[in-house]
C-alpha cells in the first residue's frame, strides 16, 4: 500500500488567498483525521471523520477553515481566507476500526507557509 | 478529557548511552497509549503502543515503553542510543472504544551526541 497521500507537500502562498489541502487515505480505511503541527501548540485535531462523515470540528480555528469528504478515498482541507498565523504543517491520518487498535497512519504533511 | 505531558522538551544524551524519555496522561475512562516518531521534515511514524495483556511493550529497533496505571505513565527506554536515534518523540492516548482522536504531548526531542 502506498500510504496516507498528502499534497502538495509544500504550499506557499500570500495572505487573503484560498487554500486547498488534499489527502488520500489508506484504502480500506474508514476513519480520517486532520492535524495541525505548530511550534506553539505541537500537533491539534482539527477535524475528524467516520465513514465519511464529520465527527468532531471542535478543534477547527474558525470559519476560514472548512474539510470535506465526498467520498471514502479523498479528503480536502480549504482556508479560505488564508492568514499568516495558519503557517504550519498539516498532517492527515487515516485508522480502521476493524483493527481494533486505533492505530493510525499519518501522511508525510503539508507545509504551508502563509506571507 | 484526556492529557498528556511530556516532561522533557529535550534530552541530549551520548551516544551507546541508555535514556528514558517521559510520559504521563490523565484520563477518566480507559485509553491506549502510543509513542511516535518523528524524524526531520517527515511524517510521524508508530514506535510502539498498549493496548493491553503485558505492561511492557517493545519496538524492533530497541525501544520499549511501561505501562504503569497507579503512575499512570507510559514512559519510554533504550539501553544504549545509536545517532539515528536523534528526533521528536510525541506520546499520545486515545480512548479505547472506537476509533477517536489522538491527543498528543508536546513532544521529547532527542538529540543523540557523537
Known amino acids: 500500500d502506498a500510504g496516507v497521500i498528502q499534497s502538495p507537500r509544500h504550499e506557499v502562498t500570500e495572505m487573503g488567498q484560498e487554500v486547498t489541502l488534499r489527502c488520500k487515505p489508506i484504502?480500506?480505511?474508514?476513519?480520517l483525521f486532520w492535524y495541525r503541527q505548530t511550534m506553539m501548540r505541537g500537533l491539534e485535531l482539527l477535524i475528524y471523520?467516520?465513514?465519511?462523515?464529520?465527527?468532531?470540528d471542535s478543534g477547527m480555528p474558525e470559519d476560514r477553515f472548512s474539510a470535506k469528504m465526498p467520498n471514502a478515498s479523498f479528503s480536502t482541507l480549504k482556508i479560505q481566507p488564508s492568514e499568516p498565523r495558519d503557517s504550519a504543517v498539516y498532517f492527515c491520518?487515516?485508522?480502521?476500526?476493524?483493527?481494533?487498535?486505533?492505530?493510525?497512519?499519518f501522511g508525510p504533511g503539508t507545509r504551508l507557509t502563509v506571507l | 478529557a484526556q492529557s498528556v505531558t511530556q516532561l522533557d522538551s529535550q534530552v541530549p544524551v551520548f551516544e551507546e548511552a541508555p535514556v528514558e524519555l517521559r510520559c504521563n496522561y490523565s484520563?477518566?475512562?480507559?485509553?491506549?497509549l502510543f509513542w511516535y516518531v518523528q524524524y526531520p521534515n517527515q511524517g510521524l511514524q508508530l514506535l510502539l503502543k498498549?493496548?493491553?495483556?503485558?505492561?511492557l511493550v517493545e519496538s524492533i529497533n530497541g525501544f520499549e515503553a511501561e505501562f504503569n496505571k497507579s503512575q499512570t505513565s507510559f514512559h519510554l527506554r533504550k539501553p544504549s542510543v545509536h545517532i539515528s536515534d536523534t528526533a521528536e518523540y510525541f506520546c499520545?492516548?486515545?480512548?479505547?472504544?472506537?476509533?477517536?482522536?489522538?491527543?498528543f504531548g508536546k513532544g521529547t526531542r532527542l538529540s543523540v551526541i557523537a
Open positions: 491520518a487515516s485508522s480502521s476500526t476493524s483493527s481494533g487498535s486505533n492505530e493510525q497512519f
Open positions: 484504502s480500506g480505511h474508514n476513519s
Open positions: 471523520f467516520n465513514n465519511n462523515v464529520p465527527i468532531d
Open positions: 484520563s477518566s475512562v480507559s485509553v491506549y
Open positions: 498498549y493496548l493491553s495483556g503485558s505492561t
Open positions: 499520545a492516548v486515545t480512548l479505547s472504544s472506537g476509533n477517536t482522536p489522538l491527543v
